[in-house]
């Protein structure tokens, strides 16, 4: 299948931005909380087992490949990049004892919404009608 084949319908397209819209902001929402740093940000920041030095740097990286996948043209890459940032999330609130399901549930939308709207990826992951 090529990805000539597979198109995109405007209902998919509105679909993909509803659905990506959520963890985006979420994520730059993240990261800018990380820069300002009030009070109850760096007081929380400890109970995951990171120095308060670490904050602006992991801002960083999250809104860089944030940006990444709001771009088309390296949205797949900001994808993978946030893949690994969320695994890292999940694995950090697993060992501390909180609940998984948020960046779980933020990758499968970034995911969603990226399959929706870009045809190289649904060429690599036909599903059968």
Same mark, same amino acid.
């Given at each position: 299948?090529?990805?000539?084949? =597979?198109?995109?319908?405007?209902?998919? +397209?509105?679909?993909?931005?509803?659905? /990506?819209? &959520?963890?985006?902001? *979420? #994520?730059?929402?993240?990261?800018?909380?990380?820069?300002?740093?009030?009070?109850?940000?760096?007081?929380?920041?400890?109970?995951?087992?990171?120095?308060?030095?670490?904050?602006?740097?992991?801002?960083? =990286?999250?809104?860089?490949?944030?940006? +990444?996948?709001?771009?088309?043209?390296? /949205?797949? &890459?900001?994808?993978? *990049? #946030?893949?690994?940032?969320?695994?890292?999330?999940?694995?950090?609130?697993?060992?501390?004892?909180?609940?998984?399901?948020?960046?779980?549930?933020?990758?499968?939308?970034?995911?969603?919404?990226?399959?929706?709207?870009?045809?190289?990826?649904?060429?690599?992951?036909?599903?059968?009608?």
């Amino acid at each position: 299948m090529t990805t000539e084949s =597979v198109f995109v319908t405007k209902k998919m +397209l509105w679909a993909s931005y509803i659905m /990506s819209a &959520l963890p985006v902001l *979420l #994520l730059l929402l993240s990261a800018v909380m990380k820069w300002v740093q009030p009070p109850a940000v760096v007081q929380g920041f400890p109970h995951y087992g990171f120095t308060a030095g670490l904050m602006f740097k992991l801002g960083f =990286v999250e809104f860089a490949c944030t940006v +990444l996948y709001l771009v088309p043209r390296t /949205s797949i &890459l900001g994808a993978i *990049l #946030l893949t690994g940032y969320f695994g890292g999330a999940t694995a950090t609130v697993v060992r501390v004892g909180d609940s998984f399901i948020m960046p779980v549930l933020l990758g499968v939308l970034l995911w969603g919404g990226l399959f929706l709207r870009e045809p190289r990826v649904r060429a690599l992951i036909p599903f059968k009608n």
